[in-house]
Every structure is written in structure tokens, then in C-alpha cells.
């Protein structure tokens, strides 16, 4: 291989790795995605906009969230995620929500981590989120 070519593809290689961070910060930017260090967390996001909220479960031990929203917020989608330990004692999996703000003003999330069979009375942990819509 000849020095010139050698030089060619050696700059293209180069300019091809410099594009390759400008090309991952030009995509498009996901929705906020909240967790369990937001309980008590007053967010502000606009009409239309969306978030996605992400809580541990111990579905071994049977604990599970069920959340409830406001009028002015509606649920897009629901996704678990399994851990490399969620199968294990003690493990845990996360259950995501996608949330969508439809309606201004003070709107709140609300999760409840329980046995499902268990009376509403006897809860493991509550999960409130306070949502501005603008």
C-alpha cells in the first residue's frame, strides 16, 4: 500500500470517529425519566410533553407499584425491566410508565408499593411526584 493511500484512509477513519459524537448528541433528546430519589419532587413540563417514571419492585417478596394520576395526566406505555438479580431472593425489577401531561395546572402522580392481596391499608411505601403542566 502505497503512503499516499495509506495517509487517505488513515484521515478518513479519523474524520469518520470525529463525526461519530456529533452525530449521537444531534439525536433526538428522550423524555425526563424520574425515579425513586424524585419522591416528594415537584417537576414543571408542558402540555403535551411526556415523562417517564422508573421504581424498584421486589416481586419476589410480591411487593408491586400501582400508581394513580390526575385527571390532567395519562399513561402512554408500561415496560418492565428485569435486573441480572431479579430472579434471585431479595432481587428486584424496575417498571417503567410513560406519563403524558394533557391538561394545565397541578397535576400529582401517585404510587403505592404493596402486596396486591394485601388490604389497601397495609402499605409498603408511597411514591407521590408533583407535576406543574404549563
Given at each position: 500500500m502505497s503512503k499516499n493511500m495509506f495517509r487517505t484512509t488513515f484521515i478518513i477513519i479519523v474524520l469518520i470517529m470525529a463525526a461519530i459524537p456529533t452525530v449521537i448528541s444531534a439525536s433526538p433528546s428522550e423524555n425526563k425519566v424520574l425515579n425513586d430519589n424524585d419522591n416528594g419532587e415537584?417537576?414543571?413540563?408542558?402540555?403535551?410533553?411526556?415523562?417517564?417514571?422508573?421504581?424498584?419492585?421486589?416481586m419476589m417478596a410480591g411487593y408491586l407499584w400501582k400508581i394513580r394520576l390526575s385527571n390532567g395526566l395519562i399513561l402512554i406505555n408500561t415496560k418492565i425491566y428485569q435486573?441480572?438479580?431479579s430472579h434471585m431472593f431479595g432481587g428486584y425489577q424496575i417498571q417503567e410508565w410513560t406519563i403524558k401531561a394533557v391538561a394545565g395546572r397541578n397535576q400529582q402522580v401517585i404510587g403505592?408499593?404493596?402486596?396486591?392481596?394485601?388490604?389497601?391499608?397495609s402499605v409498603g411505601k408511597i411514591f407521590t411526584l408533583n407535576v406543574n403542566v404549563i
Open positions: 415537584t417537576i414543571s413540563i408542558k402540555k403535551g410533553d411526556s415523562f417517564n417514571l422508573q421504581l424498584k419492585e421486589n435486573t441480572g438479580f403505592i408499593y404493596r402486596r396486591p392481596w394485601m388490604k389497601e391499608t
